[in-house]
Structure formats: C-alpha cells, structure tokens
C-alpha cells in the first residue's frame, strides 16, 4: 500500500459540530457545545497534532524517518499518534500515571511507544512527564519534541480552525467563550482570533479546583498546586504560550463536580463528554446562571467519554474514589465497596461451576467471591487459591461446583465491630466478611479499606 499520499483520515480532523443545550437550565443564555470530541482521534487536540507536524514537516525538523516525542497527557498524544503513524513516523510519548488506561491503550494500538511516568511530581522532577520527554528528545536521532507547551503551532491550529468555525458557526454571534487550560493552546488562539474579530468576547476559565490557572487569572498570584482526578485540564505553572488577556471569569471547579456534569450531560442530552468536559460544562452554566442579560456562550466536548468509561461512568470506580454520594453509616458497612444493599456484590451461587466463579472474578477484577444461596444467604467464600487447588493436575476441575471448593466455615464480623478487629481479620486472611443478624452486607478487601483511608484523607 503506497504511503507517501495524504492520509484521508486526516481530512476528517476539524469542522466539527456545535450543538445547542437545550435540557439544562442556562439562566437568560443560550449554551452551544462544540463536539471536539468527534474528530477521528476523538479530541481537540487532534487540530494540534496536525498543525504541529505540518509545521515541523516544513520547516524540516521533522524528515522522513524521524520520531515524533511528546509529553502528553493522552489527547495530544493520541493526535500525534494518529497524523504521526498515518504519515510513518515513529511517534514516542510520555504519559502521567494517572491517565485512563482506555487512552493508553489506544495510543499503544495505533503503534505509538508509551512511557509511563510519576503524576505526583512536578516541574523540575526528573520523572516529571515534561521533563523526561525532552530528556528522550535529546537522546533519540532524528527526533522533533513537538513540545505542546512551547509550540507556536499549537495555539496557531486554534486562532486558525476552531476560532473561526465558531465564528462561523454562530453566524458572528458570540458573546463568551468557556475553556479549559491544559497547555494554552486553544485559550491562546481562540482569544488571539476573537481579538480581531470581536474584541468584547469574554473568555470564561474552567479551572481543576488544585489547578494554579483560576487565581492566577484572577489575582496575578501562584497558589500552591493541589491534584485533582480530571484530565486534560488543569496546570500547576503558567503555561509559557497562555494568553490570559481576554479572561474575565474564571470558576474553581471540583472533580466531584466535573464527574457529574459530565454524567448529567450524557443522561439528560445524550452526549458522551470525558471529565473535563464537565469542568467546563459546570463553569458555563454557573456563568450562564449569572448572568442578568441574554448572553450566546460556547464550549466544548473536548474529548469523547468513551475513554472514560473505566472511571466517570463506572460507579465503583467513583464510588472508590469518593466521587459518588452513598448513604454514610458510621460503620465498617462505609468501608465496603460492592454493598449488598446497593445490589453491587458479585457473587456466584453453590451449584455455579468453578468456571463461572472464575469468570466472575475476571470480569469484574476481584480474587475472591461469596457464596449465596437464592442470592441472598451467604454459605461460603471462594477464592483464586481454592479454585486453583487441583486444578494444574486436572483442568476439568473447572466443571467441579462452587460448594465443592469453597471455604463454608466463614468467620464474620459484624458491622458494628471497630478498625482494629477489620484490621485484625484482614491480618488472618485475604477478605473481611460483613455479616449480623441483619443479614449479609458484602466483602472488604485491603483495597477497599485503602481506598476508604484515603477517601477520608481528602
Ligand atoms: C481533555 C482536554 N485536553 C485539552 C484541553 C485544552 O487544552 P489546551 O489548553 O492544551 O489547548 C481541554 C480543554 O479544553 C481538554 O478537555
């Protein structure tokens, strides 16, 4: 297959749709979001991962058989990745730990080399993201460090496609404009272009609540950076590329808060948005609220939610990071992850074959599972080990029932009991059973009583 043609996939990559929001309530305004996310690396940043190798192409930093590095957290990776790979680059990224493995995965699928490093670091950190890309740019032959955060072309692919096709979209009828900053990029473009063209625009900040953008935008002054859970948002320095001049609001926004916005608006509107497009649906509609006159305000889907499906739309994920409200109790019923009330405890029954424990246990990425009779009496535990005892002899074991396998003398703890006597069961074993007279309430692991102590330290 000849490959010195211009990939057709990269026609794809702009003109994406504004839709107006019609099911939220958005005060004496009307809220537009543009679908970033439906460009075919499914984010925003695809604009930049084609202006910046464009760029590079002709300026010659980039030739033929060279490698593209970037620091990124996913999007503008999966960007480079897409023009990158379909133009035969090697394409080398580095990537915080904390990014959905969805994303990884798929910048490992398109044939991308990823580093995963520290996201508890900062600038200055030898394992500080940024910090290792250029470190690898040096390294590496014949690579160009498209350097996002430094890059010309970055906010230049904004002031000259997404600005102007909202210009136009709006038929040069927008009065504010509500972003998120990650590098700058489309802050820096979209102000530069409104400028020109509409130098009233306000630009609206939706910033990470731990973010050091909002109050530097506000006050001229540098907070100490928290963290927060959102990604593609959010910075602890000043981005050299950010134009802050046209920013005349700007809202903190919690994680708690995104990952809700970003669920109601999936439910209520039907649009799939990744994390920070909840950030930045929950500052417009807080600025739109505000607002005493009719006001036209844009923003956007920045990334499409289907890269986030292990996390803002799986409640035990959320539920383990303390993003989901649950009826609190003051017991150790607060410390378990999949309550049986909640109808969240995965179990298998005495008659199931060890097969289907097995399974169960895979897919829903825990070792042990209880035992229940008509799915509510507890009768046993199973664990990876008992199924596991036999087997290597005899893999038809596989076929051999649940009852035949499991632990049936279980020791339970009732809920009332205190943190020493659960630390004292996990001590003795691998899981904690909950269980009184009320009946059975569910497992917890160490991972659960982990993510409790953690949830507690926020
Ligand atoms: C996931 C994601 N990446 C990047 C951006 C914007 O980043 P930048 O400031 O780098 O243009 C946004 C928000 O606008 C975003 O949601």
Known sequence: MPNDSRPAVLELIGNTPLVRVSRFDTGPCTLFLKLESQNPGGSIKDRIGLAMIDEAERDGRLKSGGTIVEATAGNTGLGLALVGRAKGYRVVLVVPDKMSTEKVLHLKAMGAEVHITRSDVGKGHPDYYQDVAARLALEIPDAFFADQFNNPANPLAHECSTAP???????HDVDAIVVGVGSA??????TR???????NLEMVLADPI????????????????GSWAVEGIGEDFIPSIADLSSVRHAYSISDEESFDHARQLLRAEGILGGSSTGTLLAAALRYCREQTTPKRVVSFVCDTGTRYLSKVYNDQWMNDQGLLKR?????????????????RVISVGPDDTLLTAF???????????????????????????????????DPSHFRLTVSSAMTDKVQTLPASA????????LDRGLVAIIADASGFHGLITRVDLLNHLRRSLA
Do not use: H
């Open 418 to 425: 205190n943190m020493a006597e659960l630390q004292a069961e």
């Open 165 to 171: 096709e909202i210009w136009a979209q709006t038929q």
């Open 210 to 225: 731990g973010s050091v953008m909002a109050e530097y935008s506000r006050s001229g002054t540098m907070q100490t950076p």
């Open 327 to 343: 009826k609190p109790y003051g017991d150790l019923r607060d410390v378990i992850a999949r309550r049986f009330e909640d109808g």
């Open 185 to 190: 990029g489309t802050l820096t473009g979209l």
């Open 359 to 393: 399974q169960r246990m895979r897919l829903a990425d825990v070792s042990q599972l209880p035992v229940l009779v008509d799915g509510k009496k507890l009768v046993g535990v199973i664990d990876e080990s008992d199924i596991l005892l036999g087997m290597q002899e």
């Open 193 to 199: 272009f409104f400028k020109r063209v509409q130098p």
